[in-house]
């Protein structure tokens, strides 16, 4: 299977990875695409039907993918599995199983009970995926997890008015000086990420 998929679902679905994408080796791409689209197939499952049992189903198979990427054994084909197992050996395998452990969150129309709750979700979504990414490069893990947390808090920041229109309560409180706080979390995480980088 080619990246033709990967590159087409990461166009429409992440703009903002598809655009960090623009002007990167291909080689970089290659790698990339498959973790990015893998992440937008993961985040999507459970919003995929009404019933969130489809939304159980859709992530359990994605774990068993992950399960076989981790094994080093034979994985089904899948336009998005497929090349994500040719990139992805059993530390990236881990991380996306991280991160589809917390979407099972999304099938819960309640709101985060603390804001513990909330940043551990974040660190298992945003911050679990950029370490894949880095895993599919062969990258020092040091400072992933920091900058992932940091850009998934800006992301579903962003997504809130959404989340809020299809019923969700997606943050523990609106009241300021919380999210002033979140705010204040998330830009330490990313000082703390680019403290993190080599040279």
């Not at 499952?45 to 080093?72: D, N």
């Not at 530390?91 to 199983?97: K, S």
């Not at 979407?103 to 985060?112: G, S």
């Amino acid at each position: 299977m080619s990246l033709d998929a990967c590159a087409d679902l990461v166009r429409r679905g992440d703009p903002a990875r598809w655009q960090s994408l623009r002007g990167q080796p291909d080689s970089v791409r290659a790698r990339l695409l498959p973790v990015y689209a893998a992440n937008l197939e993961i985040a999507r499952a459970p919003w995929v039907s009404a019933e969130p049992a489809i939304g159980q189903m859709r992530l359990t198979w994605w774990r068993e993918v992950m399960e076989e990427i981790a094994a080093g054994g034979p994985v089904r084909r899948h336009e998005v599995a497929t090349p994500l197992a040719a990139v992805l050996g059993a530390e990236g395998a881990r991380a996306l199983d991280a991160a589809i452990v917390a979407r099972h969150r999304d099938l819960d129309p309640a709101p985060f009970a603390t804001a513990v709750a909330l940043i551990e979700y974040l660190e298992d979504t945003g911050g679990q995926v950029t370490v894949a990414a880095g895993a599919a490069l062969g990258a020092a893990p040091a400072g992933l997890a920091d900058a992932g947390f940091a850009a998934g808090l800006a992301a579903y920041l962003r997504a809130v008015p959404e989340l809020a229109a299809r019923g969700r309560q997606p943050l523990h409180s609106r009241a300021p000086q919380d999210l002033a706080e979140l705010a204040r979390i998330g830009l330490d995480r990313l000082a703390a990420a680019r403290r993190a980088r080599p040279g």
